[in-house]
C-alpha cells in the first residue's frame, strides 16, 4: 500500500515573551534579546500538519482533511490565537513558549486526536525565514 503524507496549513497570532524566571534580567536579555521584552511581543505563526499513512482503499483519504481542519480549529487556533502565551495558556505558565516548545504541545494535543498508526509532523514558523519541525522523536 503507498504511503501518503497530507498537509494542512493553518495560522494564528500570538504574543509570548522569551524568559527563564530562575535567570536575572540581564541575563534573559543577553540569552533572548529582544524577544525577553517583559511588555512581550508577537508573531504570526504558521503551521502545518503532517499526517502520514497508508491510502484507505474505501475513501482514497489518508485522513478526512476535514476533520484534520477541524481538529486544528478546535485544538490549535482556538486554544492559541490571540493569546497571551505566557498568561493565558496553561501550558506555558511553567514552560517558556519558544517556537520549539509550541510545537511539541501542539503535536501533543494532535497526537491525543489522530489514529496512532499515523505519522504526526508539525512544521511551525515563527516567522518566514525561522521555524521548527517536531515529529514525536
Given at each position: 500500500m503507498a504511503k501518503v503524507t497530507v498537509h494542512r496549513k493553518s495560522h494564528f497570532n500570538a504574543a509570548h515573551r522569551l524568559y527563564n524566571?530562575?535567570?536575572s534580567d540581564a541575563r534573559n536579555a543577553t540569552v533572548f534579546g529582544k524577544c525577553a521584552n517583559?511588555?512581550?511581543?508577537g508573531?504570526?505563526?504558521?503551521?502545518?500538519?503532517?499526517?502520514?499513512?497508508?491510502?484507505?482503499?474505501?475513501?482514497?483519504?489518508v485522513m478526512d482533511m476535514k476533520i484534520l481542519k477541524e481538529?486544528?480549529?478546535?485544538?490549535?487556533?482556538?486554544?492559541?490565537?490571540?493569546?497571551?502565551?505566557n498568561e493565558e495558556v496553561e501550558a506555558f505558565k511553567t514552560m517558556n513558549p519558544t517556537a520549539e516548545n509550541i510545537a511539541v504541545?501542539?503535536?501533543n494535543i494532535l497526537r491525543e486526536k489522530i489514529k496512532s498508526?499515523?505519522?504526526?509532523t508539525i512544521t511551525l514558523y515563527e516567522?518566514?525565514?525561522?521555524?521548527?519541525?517536531y515529529s514525536g522523536e
Open positions: 524566571g530562575e535567570w517583559p511588555h512581550y511581543h508573531h504570526n505563526y504558521e503551521l502545518i500538519v503532517a499526517v502520514k499513512g497508508d491510502i484507505n482503499p474505501e475513501t482514497g483519504f481538529l486544528i480549529e478546535l485544538e490549535v487556533e482556538e486554544k492559541l490565537d490571540h493569546k497571551n502565551l504541545v501542539i503535536w498508526e499515523l505519522e504526526l516567522t518566514p525565514r525561522n521555524f521548527v519541525v
